[in-house]
């Protein structure tokens, strides 16, 4: 079991960053190709951004694309978010999760566990 535990979140104004923090216990990250979802009031759940397990492979939704930074440190059990430029738009539940699938996993039933999301809130 991989248990997931987001931070960062907040209440933020248009335009400003957030960092956003995912960290890992009962198992190492190392094994896992690690990604970010959010869910805003009334959608369903998007993918944002994965990163394969050696750091090595990024992927981007086209929404985050270019203002969006995924990374990780394997030392450290932890995977971050880094989200520039902030929209209104980007208001959502944040989660992280875990995967044992190679590829770009952009789709939920790719991952095997998840946190419990933080709350990101941008204010126009």
């Known amino acids: 079991q991989v248990q997931l535990v987001e931070s960062g979140g907040g209440l933020v104004q248009a335009g400003g960053s957030l960092r956003l923090s995912c960290e890992a216990s009962?198992?190492?990250?190392?094994?896992?190709?690690m990604g970010w979802f959010r869910r805003a009031p009334g959608k369903e759940r998007e993918f944002v951004a994965a990163?394969?397990?050696?750091?090595?492979?990024?992927y981007y939704a086209d929404s985050v694309k270019g203002r969006s930074t995924i990374s990780r440190d394997n030392a450290k059990n932890i995977v971050y978010l880094q989200v520039n430029s902030l929209k209104f738009e980007d208001t959502a539940v944040y989660y992280c999760a875990a995967s044992t699938k190679l590829g770009e996993n952009r789709s939920p039933k790719a991952y095997d566990y998840w946190g419990q999301g933080t709350q990101v809130t941008v204010s126009s």
């Open positions: 990163i394969s397990v050696t750091g090595i492979n990024t």
């Open positions: 009962g198992r190492t990250l190392r094994n896992y190709a």
